[in-house]
């Protein structure tokens, strides 16, 4: 390993939605930024792969038509013995897309701002020195003023932040999603959630072009009974779609459980999207979040108030995702959804969280 002494205004560890955001918009402003992933581009990334509508509307940019699936104007909620509520929206509620695709596509509108990105570049350490941050990787060391962890919920940057803490369990969440084929794409408009018996988990089946992303999702500590139900959602889910085929690609990932108060910011280092716990515990989206506090650490970098990082994100983010935590632990429990009533309100909130900021 060699010291590269270049020194850059803002190092990203991270390629995913913040890290691209955040990455761009400080180019934009004339910043030095380097931007470096663990992965190799474009990769694959699990995900239920709907991008709503709020997420859409904070790009400057246009997703090329042929980069998305379908477009979801409606919300389905299944009850435990398969009571179906729907609401159906007027308006678009998002799009389902590929993550490999929509991921790279923001990547790319990065790197044509001059963000420099190296790949299959993997975090090692991060030392703070006097007047600057040494950043140590897998292929090389680089100076810098400012880091930016936008890593995923297993960041490395935010042992750095946090220090390091053991693993709080009712903090994490856990999903397992994959794919089902259907004989021919059709174009399904319609996002169907489903109650399952465990408390504070549910299930999805997300249309994308011609497969069902199906999953289901809950607190991390309930991980082996989330997988042990997860047999009994696929053959739910199949049922609704007789034609399709065998389930393919599946496979189990945590994720931050939004809501609870977390430390984002020490000095220079600061964290965004799910490095910050930013994803909304009601509807399990993450992407918005991602995309709004990369851009959010940007602006802050960018006009010299990055001390006033941690107070935004607190006014900007915490109580929209503390009350979606609540209504989470309320409403997803077996008895409620078997009231009609209950399963309308959810699906009315559901669409109102996925299109407002």
Not at 59 to 88: C, G, V, W
Not at 253 to 278: E, M, Y
Request: charged share 20%; net charge positive.
């Amino acid at each position: 390993m060699t010291a590269n002494r270049e020194c850059y205004d803002v190092i990203v560890v991270g390629a995913g939605p913040a890290g691209s955001t955040a990455a761009r918009k400080l180019a934009m402003a004339g910043c030095s930024v380097l931007l470096i992933d663990q992965a190799t581009f474009p990769r694959d990334k699990h995900c239920g792969g709907l991008i709503p509508i709020k997420a859409l509307r904070l790009l400057d940019f246009e997703i090329p038509k042929r980069s998305t699936l379908n477009d979801i104007y409606s919300i389905t909620l299944y009850s435990h013995s398969m009571k179906a509520s729907t609401h159906q929206d007027y308006q678009l509620l998002g799009k389902t897309v590929h993550r490999k695709d929509f991921d790279h596509i923001l990547l790319n509108q990065a790197i044509a701002q001059r963000v420099r990105f190296y790949q299959g570049t993997r975090l090692q350490h991060i030392v703070e020195e006097k007047g600057y941050i040494r950043v140590i990787t897998s292929t090389d060391e680089y100076l810098c003023s400012k880091v930016l962890g936008c890593d995923g919920s297993g960041s490395i940057v935010k042992g750095f932040v946090e220090g390091e803490l053991p693993l709080d369990r009712y903090k994490m969440g856990f999903a397992v999603n994959g794919l089902l084929s259907v004989n021919q794409r059709e174009a399904f408009e319609d996002f169907k959630l489903f109650s399952v018996p465990l408390a504070f988990s549910m299930g999805w089946a997300i249309p994308q072009g011609n497969c069902i992303n199906v999953g289901i999702g809950g607190p991390s500590y309930q991980k082996k009974q989330l997988a042990d139900h997860f047999k009994e959602h696929i053959a739910k889910v199949a049922r609704l779609y007789p034609s399709s085929g065998e389930p393919k690609n599946f496979r189990g990932s945590f994720l931050p459980a939004g809501g609870f108060r977390r430390k984002v910011q020490k000095g220079n280092i600061l964290l965004a999207g799910d490095a910050a716990g930013l994803v909304d515990s009601f509807t399990g989206e993450g992407i918005y979040y991602a995309m709004q506090s990369g851009s959010l650490a940007a602006e802050k970098i960018i006009q010299g108030k990055t001390s006033e990082f941690e107070a935004a994100c607190k006014q900007v983010f915490h109580r929209q995702l503390q009350k979606s935590l609540i209504f989470s632990l309320l409403c997803y429990k077996k008895r409620y959804t078997e009231l009609s009533f209950l399963r309308n309100l959810q699906c009315s909130k559901f669409c109102k969280t996925i299109k407002s900021k």
